[in-house]
């Protein structure tokens, strides 16, 4: 049967997501990824954090990276996902604290001097 339309493809959701959810607890989600790889149906597992940091393809693509955030010391953060040879990605760095980055947004891109950065700091503008 062919589906005519997205919305047709959504009708039965809710019914067969209770129905699916009942047949798949029988067996181990490795199980059902065989069977369905097996049957020619692309698959994957829905897991959980524990086990997507430790995921040899989210290793080996380099996704979870350690930065060096003052006061708090190494965190992991999500690495680039777009890996190009000529021009790698990569996390710069932890984000910046808050206001860090006040003066230079307000000198650079506003183009206000440094005395009225000042004026608006007194005033509790920024």
């Given at each position: 049967?062919?589906i005519?339309?997205?919305?047709l493809?959504a009708?039965?959701?809710?019914?067969?997501?209770?129905?699916?959810s009942?047949?798949t607890r029988?067996?181990p989600a490795?199980?059902?990824m065989?069977?369905m790889s097996t049957a020619?149906i692309?698959?994957?597992?829905?897991?959980?954090?524990?086990?997507?940091?430790?995921?040899?393809?989210?290793?080996?693509?380099?996704?979870?990276?350690?930065v060096?955030?003052?006061?708090?010391?190494?965190?992991?953060?999500?690495?680039?996902?777009?890996?190009?040879?000529?021009?790698?990605g990569?996390?710069?760095?932890?984000?910046?604290g808050?206001?860090?980055?006040?003066?230079?947004?307000?000198?650079?891109?506003?183009?206000?001097s440094?005395?009225?950065v000042?004026?608006l700091r007194e005033?509790?503008?920024?």
């Open positions: 049967m062919k005519k339309s997205d919305p493809r009708e039965h959701v809710v019914e067969m997501g209770e129905i699916l009942e047949v029988q067996k490795a199980v059902w065989q069977e020619g692309p698959c994957g597992p829905v897991n959980t954090v524990d086990k997507v940091v430790k995921d040899p393809q989210v290793l080996a693509r380099e996704m979870l990276v350690d060096q955030v003052p006061k708090a010391g190494p965190v992991t953060v999500a690495g680039c996902p777009i890996k190009l040879s000529a021009t790698p990569k996390a710069q760095g932890p984000a910046p808050l206001g860090e980055h006040t003066e230079a947004v307000l000198a650079d891109w506003l183009h206000i440094a005395d009225a000042a004026r005033e509790g503008v920024v």
